[in-house]
T-cell receptor, first 113, second 114 residues
């Protein structure tokens, strides 16, 4: 099955810890995105990448980091600098051209304990 | 900066009713507009994609229209069913140089009552 896989589905983080959320796609898409979703806030863009070894900050990149070493993988690290990390995190991908449809994973719910 | 607004924020209708969800955006220089469905605790499922050169797209009971010049889109759902209950999100794709960015509205929470 082609698609986007996010793992884990649920993640718990202690104060001061860094955690990494996984996003893998087998759609051969060039572009990948990370969004954060909070109640009443809608989806906000954290980082996005159009090609391997290149990525750009979105609207709320502070406290997050990413890498894009492989086309199919775009992991997101939530660092201890992110003061309010509890949220639902969604990864998406698209072919990368201006006419392309975006597809989403099933999300990771991160909770600070 | 692109801003996307969805009205209403919530909508409750009886089963069988036809309904319209609205989406507006401030920057009309878009490449496409996409409607998504999100069930509680789940990811987003793409419903319809309208390219900037198109006026509408249809899939089953769903019809989405796009008026790019006025910055508006509507999602029409015919003969609504309880299974249609979900949050519906619209998103527009803009270009910032060589990068493409998808901006979302906050969604409309739809409840279809049996």
């Amino acid at each position: 099955d082609g698609g986007i896989t996010q793992s884990p589905k649920y993640l718990f983080r202690k104060e001061g810890q860094n955690v990494t959320l996984s996003c893998e796609q087998n759609l051969n898409h060039d572009a990948m995105y990370w969004y954060r979703q909070d109640p009443g806030q809608g989806l906000r863009l954290i980082y996005y990448s159009q090609i391997v070894n290149d990525f750009q900050k979105g609207d709320i990149a502070e406290g997050y980091s990413v890498s894009r070493e492989k086309k199919e993988s775009f992991p997101l690290t939530v660092t201890s600098a992110q003061k309010n990390p509890t949220a639902f995190y969604l990864c998406a991908s698209s072919i990368g051209q201006g006419r392309a449809e975006a597809f989403f994973g099933q999300g990771t719910r991160l909770t600070v304990v | 900066k692109q801003e996307v607004t969805q009205i209403p924020a919530a909508l409750s209708v009886p089963e069988g009713e036809n309904l319209v969800l609205n989406c507006s955006f401030t920057d009309s220089a878009i490449y496409n507009l996409q409607w998504f469905r999100q069930d509680p605790g789940k990811g987003l499922t793409s419903l319809l994609l309208i390219q900037s050169s198109q006026r509408e797209q249809t899939s089953g009971r769903l019809n989405a229209s796009l008026d790019k010049s006025s910055g508006r889109s509507t999602l029409y759902i015919a003969a609504s069913q309880p299974g249609d209950s979900a949050t519906y999100l619209c998103a527009v794709l803009n270009s910032g140089g060589s990068n493409y960015k998808l901006t979302f509205g906050k969604g409309t929470l739809l409840t279809v009552n049996p």
